[in-house]
């Protein structure tokens, strides 16, 4: 574990994908707060060069470092419902007792703007955690701020491939109208509030405690636009004239939109996660690849954030420093994994070195 220090502010770097298993986990400490962001993890794809026993073992030191900050934790974010991002109650270790409980949470909106699985998961995740799960009934959903929030993305030119694009985008148009009705048909899980936790549905909301503010995203695209994958939230955190960015799973960026959004807040530290590249050909595209690193570099190149932590889903391959070599030799001084801010190899290095 590392500490990074910016006056009254300090960051424990907990666990990440460059440490060798699945997760984007930190803990942040403002003279108001002490908040722990996307506490989970999960084993390595089959892919990932390392036997299943070793990928087990490292998954379970993750959890263990990341129960040990729960503790000293009064609040957590979880932006949105994959295993790397949070860990099921049922899950935890036995001897750990205060991981959740005693806690305000803000979470994602099980209800809206979330995909069947990461529906399931979620409804699954609190009913372990609060047992007398309230419901209501659904309300009716716009989305309309989907597409205003797209506008730079929609008006790319693509070249040869625009035909294409604009087929992919009258089929993800059609896909949200889908998950529209489901959302509206079926009855919508209540937010909670007990002696010894809280939960909030965050999309979208501005929480301020003491001097520290932090605001959550309206739901963003898990990758490209209309992802099937769904939708994370992810948050600007300031205290006085620090300011900081966890961006969760936007995959590059890929979307401009979501680049434009973190440009324009100008953020001291980014915590970025990359392009799945280990999914290139299969489920993810040179095009969509491209348009990542392009937002990247702009990103570097118009904000004055340093450090960029920049790691997650592109350390799952050991060709990551080949597909972003442009970006590393450019800010040679300015993007780092968690492994590379405690001093260390990212892991796929060390294991294909």
């Known amino acids: 574990?590392?500490?990074?220090?910016?006056?009254?502010?300090?960051?424990?770097?907990?666990?990440?994908?460059?440490?060798?298993?699945?997760?984007?986990?930190?803990?942040?400490?403002?003279?108001?707060?002490?908040?722990?962001?996307?506490?989970?993890?999960?084993?390595m794809q089959p892919g990932y060069p390392?036997?299943?026993?070793?990928?087990?073992?490292?998954?379970?030191?993750?959890?263990?470092?990341i129960s040990e900050l729960a503790e000293k934790s009064e609040y957590i974010f979880i932006s949105h419902y994959h295993y790397d991002h949070h860990i099921r109650p049922s899950k935890l270790p036995k001897n750990i007792k205060n991981f959740y409980l005693n806690k305000t949470i803000f979470?994602?909106?099980?209800?809206?703007?979330?995909?069947?699985?990461?529906?399931?998961?979620?409804?699954?995740?609190?009913?372990?955690?609060?047992?007398?799960?309230?419901?209501?009934?659904?309300?009716?959903?716009q989305t309309k701020f989907i597409e205003k929030g797209l506008k730079m993305a929609f008006n790319k030119d693509y070249g040869d491939y625009n035909e294409r694009k604009e087929e992919l985008l009258t089929k993800g148009k059609n896909w949200l109208l889908k998950m529209k009705k489901f959302w509206e048909t079926n009855k919508w899980v209540k937010e909670t509030e007990k002696r010894n936790l809280?939960?909030?549905?965050?999309?979208?909301?501005?929480?301020?405690?003491?001097?520290?503010?932090?605001?959550?995203?309206?739901?963003?695209?898990?990758?490209?636009?209309?992802?099937?994958?769904?939708?994370?939230?992810?948050?600007?955190?300031?205290?006085?004239?620090?300011?900081?960015?966890?961006?969760?799973d936007i995959q590059g960026p890929q979307i401009e939109d979501y680049a434009q959004w973190i440009i324009r807040e100008n953020p001291d530290i980014l915590f970025l996660d990359g392009?799945?590249?280990?999914?290139?050909?299969?489920?993810?595209?040179?095009?969509n690849f491209e348009r990542a690193k392009e937002n990247l570099l702009k990103i570097l190149k118009e904000t004055k954030a340093n450090p960029v932590i920049f790691d997650h889903h592109h350390l799952?391959?050991?060709?990551?420093?080949?597909?972003?070599?442009?970006?590393?030799?450019?800010?040679p001084n300015r993007v780092f994994t968690f492994a590379e801010i405690m001093g260390k190899k990212p892991l796929i290095i060390e294991l294909k070195s």
């Open 275 to 287: 392009f799945p590249i280990y999914l290139l050909g299969y489920i993810t595209n040179r095009i």
């Open 107 to 141: 979470m994602k909106d099980p209800n809206k703007f979330i995909n069947y699985s990461q529906y399931k998961r979620a409804r699954i995740f609190l009913k372990e955690l609060i047992k007398d799960l309230k419901f209501k009934e659904p309300e009716e959903v």
């Open 198 to 248: 809280k939960i909030i549905f965050a999309d979208g909301k501005k929480i301020k405690i003491g001097k520290t503010e932090i605001c959550f995203t309206n739901p963003l695209f898990h990758g490209v636009e209309y992802d099937r994958i769904g939708w994370v939230i992810g948050l600007t955190l300031k205290y006085e004239n620090f300011k900081l960015i966890y961006t969760s």
């Open 316 to 331: 799952r391959n050991e060709k990551f420093l080949t597909y972003y070599e442009e970006i590393y030799e450019n800010f």
């Open 50 to 65: 390392l036997s299943s026993y070793k990928k087990k073992k490292l998954k379970i030191e993750a959890i263990k470092k």
């Open 1 to 43: 574990m590392s500490v990074i220090k910016k006056g009254k502010i300090k960051i424990n770097l907990i666990w990440s994908d460059s440490l060798g298993a699945k997760s984007f986990c930190f803990f942040i400490k403002t003279p108001d707060i002490k908040l722990l962001v996307d506490p989970g993890a999960a084993i």
